[in-house]
C-alpha cells in the first residue's frame, strides 16, 4: 500500500475560489536527496522516523512524482511591502501540497518550498538556494525550541540543479508545516480587488478552521480581529524579549494566527543594540529590532483597513488601541520570567529599563548576560558586573536587583533553576548558521545535525557543545544578511 493512502490527507484550501490560487506542477531538481529529517515532527504525523525507508516519501515531496492525495497550488495574495502597496505578489516559489492531521487531529499544511516557477514568480526562477533554506530549517526550529510562535521544518532537500544569485549555488527544498499559511495579505489582495463576496467566504473559512470559538459570537469578524491583534502582539513581545529580528515585516510575510513566519535576513542580538537591522536591504531601519513592536500596529493596522467591509470601524479601532497594552503585558510577563520575579511591582518597569540602558551603553552581549544573571546570588555578583565597561553602573543595578528578588520569598536556587528554563543558553547566532552553511556547501552535514539538535533544547546545559555558547568571533558580530535566497 502506498505510504500516502496511509495518512490522514486533505486539500481544503483548493475549495476556496481559484483567483484565489493556481494549480502548479512541481518542478523537480536534479539528483534530489534528504539533508535533513524532522524525526519527532515527522512522528507527530506519522511518517516514518528514517524517511530512506520509503522511497515515495522523496519522489512526492520533492515533487518528482505527485501523489493522488496532494493538490499542489501557489497562493495568490498582495502586501504592504516597506510600506508601500504591492498587488503582484503570491506563492513565487512554494506550492502547498496537501494538508495532513497529526495524532490529536489538528491540521498542517505542508508546503514546498523552491518548487520552481508559478504565475506569481514575477523576474523569479522559482528555486531556494541551499543556504537560506538551511538559514530557515535552522531558526523555525530554533524559534520552537524558545517557545515562541512559529510554523516548522520537517525536512530539507538538496540537489545538483544550479542556481544564480550573487554566484552560482546549488538548489534546495524546504518543507514547511503551519496551521495556515494564510497571511495579512490574502485579505488585502480580495479588499484592493473589490472582490468583496470572497472576501468574505475567505474569511468565514479562516473563522471556521483557526477561529471556531468566534462561530457563536453575535460578531464573529470583530472577535476573530481582537485575536488576530493579540496573537501578534504576545509574537512579538516574544521577539523582543528573546532578542529576535525578523528583518522583513511585509504584511504578506506575517501570519493570520500570529505565527513566525517567512524567515530570510533574521538576526538574534549579539551585543544588545535596539537599532540592531539584520537586512542589509533596509536602509532606513523600518524593521530594526526596536521599531518591530511599532511595525506590528502599523501591519495590523493595514489589516484593519482590509477587514473594513467585515467589520465597523470602532471594532477595529478598539481592537487596534488594545494592541500595545497587550503587547507591553506579554513582554512584562516575559522579562519578569527572565529576571526570576513572580509578582508585578512597581518599579519593574524602571529596573527593566534601566538594564536595557546599561546593556545598550556598554555593548553586553544580550543572551549571555541573562544567562549569567541565571546563576547570580549575593556570593556570585561580580560575574555580571565584569561584563560591563561601566562596573560602578553594573554593580547598583545588580544591587537594585538583588534588592527586588528579595521581595519575592523565594530561595536562590528555585529562582536560579526557573530563570534557566527561560533564559537560553544557545541562540542561533548568525555566524553558526554560516559555519553551518559553509560545511553544508562541501557536503558535511555534521554542523547542520549538530545545531539541529543543540538548538531543539537551548535551555540545557549541553556540556559537549559548550563552544556553541561562544560569544560571536569579531567577523560574526552584527552580520546583515541579504534578501536574495
Known sequence: MSIWN????????????????????????????????NEKLAKRFNLPLDPAADAELLSGFSGEVVPPQFSPLAMKYAGHQFGSY??????????????????????????????????????????????????????????????????????MMGSDT????????????????????????HFEHLFYSNLLAEHKLLADKVIEWHFPDCLDNENPYAVMFNEIVDRTAKMIAHWQAVGFAHGVMNTDNMSIIGQT?????FGFLDDYEPGYICNHSDYQGRYAFNQQPRIGLWNLSAL?????????????????????????????????????????????????????????????????????????????????????????????????YITRCEKEHETVASRCKKMREVNPKYILRNYLAQQAIDKAQEGDYSELEALSLLLRSPFDEHIEFEHYANLPPSWGKKMEISCSS
Open 6 to 37: 496511509s495518512l490522514s490527507l486533505s486539500t481544503r484550501y483548493s475549495e476556496l475560489p481559484p483567483l484565489l490560487f493556481t494549480h502548479v506542477p512541481p518542478q523537480p531538481l536534479n539528483n534530489v536527496h534528504w539533508i535533513m529529517w
Open 86 to 155: 504591492n498587488p503582484d505578489l503570491g506563492d513565487g516559489r512554494g506550492l502547498l501540497l496537501a494538508e495532513i492531521k497529526d495524532k490529536a487531529g489538528a491540521s498542517f499544511d505542508i508546503h514546498l518550498k523552491g518548487a520552481g516557477r508559478t504565475p506569481y514568480s514575477r523576474s523569479g526562477d522559482g528555486r531556494a538556494v541551499l543556504r537560506s533554506t538551511i538559514r530557515e530549517y535552522l531558526c523555525s526550529e530554533a524559534m520552537f525550541g524558545l517557545g515562541i510562535p512559529t510554523t516548522r521544518a520537517l525536512g
Open 162 to 185: 544550479p542556481v544564480y544569485r550573487e554566484g552560482y549555488e546549488t538548489g534546495a527544498l524546504l518543507l514547511r508545516v503551519a496551521e495556515t499559511h494564510v497571511r495579512f495579505g
Open 261 to 265: 513566519f517567512d524567515y530570510g535576513p
Open 304 to 400: 484593519a483597513h482590509a477587514l473594513s467591509p467585515l467589520i465597523d470601524k470602532a471594532d477595529l479601532d478598539q481592537a487596534l488601541e488594545q494592541y500595545e497594552v497587550q503587547l507591553h503585558g506579554y513582554f512584562s510577563q516575559l522579562m519578569r520570567q527572565k529576571l526570576g520575579l513572580i509578582t508585578k511591582q512597581d518599579g519593574d518597569s524602571r529596573l527593566f529599563e534601566s538594564m536595557f540602558e546599561l546593556l545598550s551603553q556598554n555593548s553586553v552581549d544580550y543572551t549571555r548576560f541573562l544567562r549569567e544573571l541565571s546563576n547570580v546570588d549575593t556570593h556570585n555578583e561580580q560575574a555580571i558586573i565584569d561584563l560591563f565597561i561601566d562596573r560602578d553602573a553594573a554593580k547598583l543595578w545588580v544591587s537594585l
